[in-house]
T-cell receptor
Framework: KAGVTQTPRYLIKTRGQQVTLSCSPI?????VSWYQQTPGQGLQFLFE???????NKGNFPGRFSGRQFSNSRSEMNVSTLELGDSALYLC??????????????FGPGTRLTVL | QQPVQSPQAVILREGEDAVINCSSS?????VHWYRQKHGEAPVFLMI?????EQKGHDKISASFNEKKQQSSLYLTASQLSYSGTYFC?????????????FGKGTRLHILP
C-alpha cells in the first residue's frame, strides 16, 4: 500500500511570492491534515480537510489556505510569503470517520525556504 | 491548548529505560504518540482513548490517566533505534472531529 506522498520535496521562494504544496493521501483515507514544523515549535496544526470540506483550522493567518479534491488529494497554498514561513510542511492522512482510530500517517514533507 | 511534554530531552545508554510524559490542561478524548527520526516523517506509535481502548505497536507501552489528563510513554530496555524525537498529540472532543494538537517533542538519544 503506497504511503502519503508530497510534492515538491523542496522549494525555494522569495518574499512576497506564493506557493502551492500538494499531498496525496493513502488510498481510502478521507482526512488530510497539514502541519508546519519549525525547530523548537514542534508540529503546528494548520488545517484539516475531510471529504472536501475544511473540518478544523489552526491559528494561522489567512495567507494560509487549502483545499481537498474529490479523490482526497489536498493542496495547501501560502500567499505573500514571509521569511518566517520557512519550515517543513507535513501532511498526514487518516480514515477520519466515526468508528476509526484517528492515527495519522505522515508524508515526507515539503521543505520550504523563503529568501 | 498545546500539551506539555517532559522531559524536553533525555540521554540514555542502550538497555536503560525511559519515561516520557504528556499533560494537558483540558479534558482529553485521546492521546497519540509518534516518533520522528532526523530527516524523516513522524511515525505512529500508539493511540490511547478515553475509556481504555488503545492501539499501537507491541513493543511500545503507554498509559493514559483520564483524571489527570496525563499520558506516559514507556520505553524499556532501550535500543539504538529508539533515538529520535517523540511527540504526543491530543484530541479534546468526543466525536473525533477535533484537530490533533501536538506537543513540542522530547528528544531521546541512546548511546551505545
Amino acid at each position: 500500500k503506497a504511503g502519503v506522498t508530497q510534492t515538491p520535496r523542496y522549494l525555494i521562494k522569495t518574499r512576497g511570492q506564493q506557493v502551492t504544496l500538494s499531498c496525496s493521501p493513502i488510498s481510502g483515507h478521507r482526512s488530510v491534515s497539514w502541519y508546519q514544523q519549525t525547530p523548537g515549535q514542534g508540529l503546528q496544526f494548520l488545517f484539516e480537510y475531510f471529504s472536501e470540506t475544511q473540518r478544523n483550522k489552526g491559528n494561522f493567518p489567512g495567507r494560509f489556505s487549502g483545499r481537498q479534491f474529490s479523490n482526497s488529494r489536498s493542496e495547501m497554498n501560502v500567499s505573500t510569503l514571509e521569511l518566517g514561513d520557512s519550515a517543513l510542511y507535513l501532511c498526514a492522512s487518516s480514515f477520519g470517520g466515526q468508528g476509526y482510530y484517528n492515527e495519522q500517517f505522515f508524508g515526507p514533507g515539503t521543505r520550504l525556504t523563503v529568501l | 491548548q498545546q500539551p506539555v511534554q517532559s522531559p524536553q530531552a533525555v540521554i540514555l545508554r542502550e538497555g536503560e529505560d525511559a519515561v516520557i510524559n504528556c499533560s494537558s490542561s483540558k479534558a482529553l478524548y485521546s492521546v497519540h504518540w509518534y516518533r520522528q527520526k532526523h530527516g524523516e516523517a513522524p511515525v505512529f506509535l500508539m493511540i490511547l482513548l478515553k475509556g481504555g481502548e488503545q492501539k499501537g505497536h507491541d513493543k511500545i507501552s503507554a498509559s493514559f490517566n483520564e483524571k489527570k489528563q496525563q499520558s506516559s510513554l514507556y520505553l524499556t530496555a532501550s535500543q539504538l533505534s529508539y533515538s529520535g524525537t517523540y511527540f504526543c498529540g491530543t484530541e479534546m472532543e468526543k466525536n473525533r472531529d477535533d484537530k490533533i494538537i501536538f506537543g513540542k517533542g522530547t528528544r531521546l538519544h541512546i548511546l551505545p
